[in-house]
Nanobody
Framework: QVHLVESGGGLVQAGGSLRLSCAAS????????MAWFRRAPGKERSFVAA????????GYANSSKGRFTISRDNTKKIVYLQMNSLEPDDTAVYYC????????????????????WGKGTLVTVSS
C-alpha cells in the first residue's frame, strides 16, 4: 500500500513558479509509475503529467508541456512537479497518484486507472 501526501501549493501571480511535492510512504513506491492530476473549479479531474518507475520516461498534457516538469526520487520516495510560467487557468487542486502499470511515456493516463491518491494541494494563480 502507498500513502501519498502533497505539499507546495499556494497563491502565486501569473508568470510565477511553484514546485509541488508528493511524499509517499510504503515499501513499494518504486514499483509504481506516478502521476499528477488536477481539478479546476467546476471541471473534471484531468491529467497533468506522469513519470515511469525508473524516471526514464515522462508524459505531459498539452497544457503542461514546456512549462511543467515531473521528476521523482525513489530513494526519498518523493515525486515533484515543477511548474513555471503559471497562468490563471492553472488554478486547481493538484493531486498525485500511483499507477500500478508500466508507464511507457508520452501518453495521458486515465484517473480511473490509479491505485492510490493523495488528498491534494491547492494552487491559485492570480492575474
Amino acid at each position: 500500500q502507498v500513502h501519498l501526501v502533497e505539499s507546495g501549493g499556494g497563491l502565486v501571480q501569473a508568470g510565477g513558479s511553484l514546485r509541488l511535492s508528493c511524499a509517499a510512504s510504503g515499501r513499494t513506491f518504486s514499483t509504481y509509475a506516478m502521476a499528477w492530476f488536477r481539478r479546476a473549479p467546476g471541471k473534471e479531474r484531468s491529467f497533468v503529467a506522469a513519470i515511469s518507475r525508473s524516471a526514464d520516461r515522462t508524459g505531459y498534457a498539452n497544457s503542461s508541456k514546456g512549462r511543467f516538469t515531473i521528476s521523482r526520487d525513489n530513494t526519498k520516495k518523493i515525486v515533484y512537479l515543477q511548474m513555471n510560467s503559471l497562468e490563471p487557468d492553472d488554478t486547481a487542486v493538484y493531486y498525485c497518484a500511483a499507477d500500478p502499470t508500466s508507464y511507457g511515456g508520452d501518453y495521458w493516463l486515465d484517473p480511473a486507472g490509479m491505485d492510490y491518491w493523495g488528498k491534494g494541494t491547492l494552487v491559485t494563480v492570480s492575474s
